[in-house]
């Protein structure tokens, strides 16, 4: 994508060459009827030659600008102003967008205009008053390190972002740590050690990073070494939005050590996330993992080590990436090298959709020992699979398969004797997972899950354009925003940011490799991808780069619209009165969906041939409304992959069927204006 270049009005140009030469005789009113550049560069100049005959003489411009307005030097009124200019009707401005422009006072948008204007890198020198001015999105830099050895502890909350060691090489004794960083924005934190070489030593640590927003998180040790005693690792990165996850060692090398972590980045969406060690070398150790990466959304895993090299260990494993939507997984090995103990693995990818997975190793060279895998692959929409070594080089050891579920898939390098395959299933061969999978492809008809439906089609996350009629019950998605809020820049601030990762990481100072980096890549890359055959795009980070490009695709006769509120999230509504825009006729629309930036930023598209309604939502039980709603009606879907969840949900498959969707809170559809 090309730089943003900034842009003005007709004749602005023209307006503001004539001021700069006259800037001593020009009444300071006249600065409403330049363009949204010129008022900018205006603005500067008043807020830092005179700012204090402005403000003696500011109601007097409130006066001649309009006796309704408060302040015509404000974001709002310069938005107001070019939306009258570029937008040639007279319906309301948009509340919901007008909310999302910059808190910046107008003494602050001019300075870190001019200084964008001169180099936009120096922002960063200012980064900590520009984003709590602006209302950015920010990554804090990491506080200094804390280390504490407490005996007996209780340890309530942590919010700081680096701590080196906590209850290293205690002696007896429990300690617990509730809260570390939990529902916070954009947290960068890093756990060294905890609970190293202790001695029989009791030690829980209930919450890590849970509910935050751009997520990284990076811990290193827990339980290393440890003798005795037991350690319990209830909840990390919880219901985290675009985790990056780093976990390095839990309980390697430890010895008679009772361990157990519940679970690991569980219903997280959009991110990856790696495990390098689990009990790694451990001696007669007892490990129980619950769950990991289950009910997650686009997750990248990987799990490195699982009980390598230990001695009499009874290590389980319970669920790893079950409930997943397009998960790609990189299991690469479980108890290699293991001598007795017995090691059990339950469930893989039970009921994912589609995805790409890889297991690398299970139980290979072990001696002596059990090992015991439920079930692997019995997915709802197979993906593509890779099973490379099962017990390979083992020696006397027992070891089951129960079932292997999976489509297009290898199993490779397996130990021929020593093993029993109970089930060994191809979707494509066996006729009882084909009717398996037809079953689970039939439409929902309810708001409950039906059996067999994956849980990440959402009820009512798509529904057909019938469905959309007064009296209908149906079931509403969760149509809240998850990103954590932020605001447009002004246009002179924001045209002038590159928009390359690499000059908005230097700016906005992004670690590599943490999660707002990693997000701020896939945003410019999904930007600067070449545009779908017959799709009209464009990224825009201020508003008026939006009404810009809806204009060019749809005129200057316009309007934009998203749901109100987000009451009948998650549950039952009922469907009051319908309208179709423009006479329910097959229309185009601009859609604009968020990107995750630290400003606010839009990827914005043309959708032909759609239908769009608005439409009353009301409280099933009271029958009063509680939200009015804006859905869209696709009704070519012939380009559509076929494992698109609105075919998981409905039926049939690309162009066979129209797709409807609500606009969700922070997105919003262009439309050419509906005049009644």
């Not at 307006?15 to 300071?28: D, H, M, N, V, Y």
């Not at 600065?31 to 500011?58: K, Q, Y």
């Not at 985790?243 to 390095?248: D, I, S, V």
Request: aromatic share 10%; proline share 5%; hydrophobic share 35%.
């Amino acid at each position: 994508m090309e730089k943003k270049k900034s842009r003005s009005g007709d004749r602005g140009d023209e307006r503001f060459a004539t001021w700069k030469g006259k800037e001593k005789s020009l009444p300071i009113y006249s600065l409403i009827c330049l363009n949204a550049d010129a008022e900018a560069t205006a603005l500067a100049i008043m807020a830092m030659a005179i700012p204090r005959l402005f403000f003696l003489l500011f109601p007097l411009v409130v006066a001649v600008a309009s006796p309704a307005s408060q302040n015509p030097f404000t974001e709002k009124a310069a938005l107001i102003r070019y939306w009258n200019r570029k937008v040639h009707n007279n319906l309301p401005h948009p509340a919901f967008l007008v909310s999302k422009l910059t808190p910046l006072s107008m003494v602050d948008a001019a300075a870190f205009s001019t200084i964008a204007a001169g180099d936009p890198s120096k922002l960063s020198s200012r980064l900590t008053s520009f984003c709590s001015a602006a209302g950015l999105l920010c990554q804090a830099d990491l506080a200094p390190s804390l280390a504490t050895n407490p005996r007996d502890s209780d340890f309530a909350g942590y919010q700081n972002s680096n701590f080196t060691n906590y209850g290293a090489g205690v002696n007896r004794g429990p300690s617990s740590f509730k809260n570390y960083s939990d529902d916070l924005n954009v947290p960068v934190d890093t756990f060294r050690r905890y609970g190293r070489d202790s001695v029989f030593h009791n030690s829980s640590f209930s919450s890590y990073d849970r509910d935050g927003n751009v997520v990284t998180a990076n811990f290193t040790s827990y339980g290393t070494g440890s003798v005795g005693g037991n350690d319990g690792f209830s909840t990390y990165e919880q219901n985290s939005n675009v985790p990056n996850l780093r976990f390095t060692n839990y309980a390697a090398d430890a010895n008679g050590h009772d361990a157990g972590f519940s679970q690991y980045s569980v219903s997280a969406n959009a991110g990856d996330q790696s495990f390098s060690g689990y009990g790694k070398g451990g001696n007669g150790e007892t490990s129980d993992f619950r769950s990991y990466a289950n009910d997650t959304n686009v997750i990248g895993s990987g799990f490195a080590n699982y009980g390598e090299g230990g001695n009499g260990n009874a290590d389980t494993f319970a669920s790893y990436g079950d409930n997943g939507n397009v998960p790609e997984n990189n299991f690469r090995s479980y108890s290699s090298g293991t001598t007795g103990g017995h090691d059990k693995f339950t469930s893989y990818r039970d009921q994912s959709n589609v995805g790409d997975d890889s297991f690398s190793s299970y139980a290979k060279g072990g001696n002596l020992g059990n090992a015991d895998f439920t079930n692997y692959g019995k997915s709802f929409n197979p993906g593509s699979d890779t099973f490379k070594g099962y017990g390979q080089g083992s020696f006397n050891d027992e070891i089951t398969f129960k079932a292997y579920f999976a489509d297009n898939t290898t199993f490779k390098s397996y130990a021929k004797t020593g093993i029993e395959f109970k089930e060994y299933h191809n979707a494509s061969s066996d006729t009882a997972a084909v009717a398996r999978k037809a079953d689970n492809r039939r439409p929902a008809t309810s708001a409950t899950n039906q059996p067999g439906i994956n849980r990440w089609v959402e009820p009512g996350k798509f529904f057909r354009e019938g469905s959309l009629k007064k009296g209908a019950l149906m079931p509403m998605p969760d149509i809240r925003d998850r990103t954590a809020p932020r605001s447009f820049l002004p246009r002179s601030i924001a045209g002038k940011i590159p928009f390359s990762s690499s000059a908005i990481s230097k700016i906005f100072r992004l670690l590599p490799g943490t999660a707002m980096s990693t997000a701020v890549e896939s945003t410019v890359a999904e930007c600067e991808r070449p545009p779908s055959s017959g799709e009209t795009k464009r990224c825009v980070t201020s508003a008026e780069d939006m009404i810009d490009f809806a204009v060019s695709v749809l005129g200057n006769d316009i309007a934009v619209r998203s749901t109100a509120n987000t009451k009948g999230s998650k549950g039952n509504i009922l469907i009051g009165e319908v309208s179709g825009l423009n006479g329910g006729k097959v229309t185009r629309s601009v859609s604009c969906h968020q990107s995750l930036m630290p400003f606010l930023a839009y990827y914005c598209h043309s959708v032909p041939r759609v239908r769009v309604y608005q439409a009353e939502i009301l409280a099933v039980d009271s029958k009063e409304k509680i939200n009015d709603g804006v859905a869209i009606c696709h009704l070519d879907t012939s380009d559509w992959s076929p494992t698109h969840g609105a075919f998981l949900a409905l039926g049939p498959g690309p162009g066979k069927i129209e797709v409807c969707h609500w606009i969700f809170e922070g997105d919003m559809t262009w439309t050419v204006a509906d005049h009644l």
